[in-house]
């Protein structure tokens, strides 16, 4: 039974739909040799189709990984969990001394995991679900979740595509979208290495590659790929991609990406009108790349905030301490 397993099997299994792990603790990144990658915090998310229901149950059974905040109730923490930050409750730097880990782990009801992944409200879990990740229980079962997540994929390509140039590496596409939910997080300011993005897309193609190959052939008219292109200056074989820039491509895009992003697009576009409306002027505009990116930027700044201030409470002060003070070390590591 791998760690994974061992772990999940101390918690509720009733109405979970999906369960992954991510992050530094487990899935490799520059700058983490072995002994550091076994201590880090393991990090997962459980996706549960009845929030009160689990969490009245994980309060029975580990009072000790909730604060205080467990005193009001499991309606309390419900309520808590989906009516503020991002739609997750996390509980903080939970020891399980047995196994010789530590876990920190999220809980977002399938509705809003489902809002975020389709509609990108809080590019929070989705964002982490446009990189590698550990599935645990997989949302196989599940016929809409699963198109959710495949679709989050596509969004990701997509957007991506529209803010890179015409043509461009493999380093340039990974960094691109592994940026997505990383570029507008004030985490980033304080809290998390400058080179974290890096560092993930370069112990991680092969990942991401296989990741993204399904979103690949779907987007087959509007990229291709030249696995035998030569390095500019020297005779190295290099794998380079080309896209349709066109008008009619950026349109393409732009009809399909999702629901928020649109909405923060209209705002930070200069033309006035409804999404509809606006499409073929933005399109054709110099400045488009810009425009998208600070429209995902917006998404990811505030909900980056407010899940973070969430989290205090449902961490504790101690908690919260502890963990604040072990990612400012990355703010400052190499």
């Known amino acids: 039974m791998t760690i994974y397993r061992q772990i999940i099997t101390r918690f509720p299994r009733g109405g979970i739909s999906y369960i992954f792990a991510y992050g530094s603790g487990v899935?490799?990144?520059?700058?983490?040799?072995?002994?550091?990658?076994?201590?880090?915090?393991?990090?997962?998310?459980?996706?549960?189709?009845?929030?009160?229901?689990?969490?009245?149950?994980?309060?029975?059974?580990?009072?000790?990984?909730?604060?205080?905040?467990?005193?009001?109730?499991?309606?309390?923490?419900?309520?808590?969990?989906?009516?503020?930050?991002?739609?997750?409750?996390?509980?903080?730097?939970?020891?399980?001394?047995?196994?010789?880990?530590?876990?920190?782990?999220?809980?977002?009801?399938?509705?809003?995991?489902?809002?975020?992944?389709?509609?990108?409200?809080?590019?929070?879990?989705?964002?982490?679900?446009?990189?590698?990740?550990?599935?645990?229980?997989?949302?196989?079962?599940?016929?809409?979740?699963?198109?959710?997540?495949?679709?989050?994929?596509?969004?990701?390509?997509?957007?991506?595509?529209?803010?890179?140039?015409?043509?461009?590496?493999?380093?340039?596409l990974l960094h691109a979208i592994c940026s997505l939910s990383y570029k507008g997080d004030f985490r980033m300011i304080f809290g998390e290495n400058k080179n974290k993005v890096h560092n993930i897309v370069q112990a991680q193609q092969e990942q991401f590659i296989e990741l993204y190959q399904p979103a690949l052939k779907q987007l087959a008219k509007y990229v291709a790929v030249d696995f035998k292109a030569r390095e500019l200056g020297t005779n190295r074989s290099v794998v380079q991609f080309e896209q349709d820039k066109s008008r009619l491509a950026n349109e393409y895009h732009l009809r399909r990406v999702p629901s928020r992003l649109k909405e923060c697009i209209i705002r930070n576009a200069a033309f006035r009108g409804s999404y509809a409306d606006i499409i073929e002027q933005l399109a054709v505009t110099d400045n488009l790349h810009d425009i998208v990116q600070m429209s995902v930027n917006d998404i990811v700044w505030r909900s980056s905030i407010t899940q973070s201030f969430k989290n205090i409470p449902s961490a504790g002060l101690f908690k919260s301490v502890v963990y604040s003070y072990r990612k400012a070390l990355k703010t400052f590591a190499n």
């Open 27 to 172: 899935k490799q990144q520059l700058g983490y040799d072995q002994k550091e990658e076994k201590k880090n915090i393991i990090d997962l998310v459980f996706c549960v189709r009845d929030t009160l229901g689990w969490h009245a149950e994980n309060i029975a059974r580990h009072p000790q990984h909730y604060s205080a905040l467990r005193h009001l109730g499991a309606d309390y923490i419900k309520k808590y969990q989906e009516n503020f930050g991002a739609g997750v409750y996390c509980n903080t730097l939970v020891p399980l001394e047995d196994l010789g880990v530590t876990i920190k782990y999220g809980v977002v009801s399938r509705d809003d995991l489902l809002k975020d992944l389709q509609q990108w409200k809080y590019l929070y879990l989705a964002g982490r679900l446009h990189k590698p990740v550990q599935d645990i229980v997989p949302a196989t079962d599940d016929k809409v979740l699963t198109e959710a997540l495949s679709q989050n994929l596509v969004s990701a390509l997509q957007v991506a595509l529209l803010v890179l140039p015409e043509r461009f590496s493999t380093y340039q």
